[in-house]
């Protein structure tokens, strides 16, 4: 029997009920683009990033304490908001030394699942951080759940890939039985050199950039390292570690 | 825009909500093995198989109208059944112009689950009838949910190859907006030729082979057309078209 500790790769958070997260370290995996955003404000200097899950909580959390309200829903800026999820709007210039308030359509939801089922730990990952995220999980060497945060509860392609790529830089760290875990990294290695020219093919992408013109920010949120920050959860807060 | 029908893939049973199944045919797929043996059986000339949820169902049915009651539990051939979920088993000697009712972990639940949701039509498919389904799907021009049974909700590769393999023949006749049909499609074109010798990575494998020494039941689940009929679902029977 090996000893290492186990990972598991959770394809929606509708699937997230099937994994034990109260012994684990969750990865929020929102690729398209609330974890590439989380990274971002946090690489260039934000205090920390406070996930809400509505536009009136980040208004009002935002305005008690000086923080930015921002977020997205359905893609496009949130009404009643000046700042959305785009991980490239938070310069240094803009977001150092201040609070970013951040609702998003998927990433900010499945945190709070996996708040509510008390997980050990929970972390903020994505291609900028990717580094950070695997050095981390490797030393912590406590079991991991992969959590992909799809679209409205359905299966996307970009967080798989993301998570296929942890797995294939700490798989030997790890104990997986899990076919979505093998599945995860059997993408990403088909993939991992030709990522932009991938993208064209994801559903997300039809709907950021088609809609929304925001081909920079799919570059930005499948390159990596490029915001090589930890984001850790603690006390309603993400603050780099 | 197109007017040909959609195709979608739900990899779980926890997923398949968020599908609209009121006006598709969905295809029931449980490689390892309720699919595949509800193809064997009916190839093999059962009259047909009525697919129940529990044993003593199965047992108070099968008693009723003189038939074979059968089904499995975690892999095993269920506790009271003389019968379990082995292809194999059903040879014609054995089940022609008998009724097969069969209870097993994951399929049989699916299948419930899709007529609680109105589908149009169901139908099974597995790799012994993959070329009798995508016949049938082509000639129906109707909305296709590929509805993949997994492991008590987890994910599985086994159905995603074959819901793969259906998109891989059938991709041009339907409009595909759905990672879940691109990721399936693309692990089954990285697996088509070496489906034998990828099987041990697979989570199932493990528990079919390791533990029961079921070998050649896999070989004749991945093995395409060797039961190649149409189990189609009507007033409480699969009954093959």
């Known amino acids: 029997m090996s000893n290492k500790p186990t990972l ?3 394809l929606s958070p509708a699937l997230l009920h099937l994994y034990d997260l109260s012994n684990s370290v969750v990865v929020i995996i929102d690729v398209f683009r609330a974890t590439s955003t989380i990274a971002s404000a946090l690489y260039n200097g934000a205090k920390c990033v406070i996930p809400v899950d509505s536009v009136p909580k980040a208004i009002d959390i935002s305005k008690s304490i000086g923080g930015i309200a921002a977020g997205e829903r359905d893609g496009m800026i949130a009404e009643g908001l000046q700042h959305g999820n785009s991980p490239l709007e938070y310069t240094r210039d803009f977001i150092e ?9 998927n990433g900010t939801r499945l945190l709070q699942m996996a708040l509510d089922k008390n997980a050990d730990t929970i972390i903020s990952g994505s291609f900028p951080n990717l580094s950070a ?17 799809g679209w409205k509860d359905r299966f996307n392609l970009e967080d798989t890939l993301f998570a296929g790529a942890v ?16 599945m995860a990294e059997t993408m990403y290695l088909q993939n991992k050199n030709k990522m932009i020219d991938f993208a064209p093919q994801l559903t997300h992408y039809h709907r950021l950039v088609e809609r929304f013109g925001l081909i920079e920010d799919i570059r930005y949120c499948l390159t990596d390292d490029v ?3 930890l984001p850790v959860y603690m006390d309603g807060k993400l603050v780099a570690q």
Do not use: W
């Open 8 to 10: 598991n790769t959770s």
């Open 97 to 105: 030394n201040k609070t970013l308030v951040l609702t998003t359509t």
């Open 133 to 149: 995220v695997c050095d981390f999980l490797v030393k912590e060497n406590k079991n991991v759940v992969l959590g992909c945060a």
């Open 167 to 182: 797995i294939n830089r700490i798989a030997q760290h790890f104990t997986i039985h899990c076919d979505s875990s093998l």
């Open 227 to 229: 915001a090589n920050v």
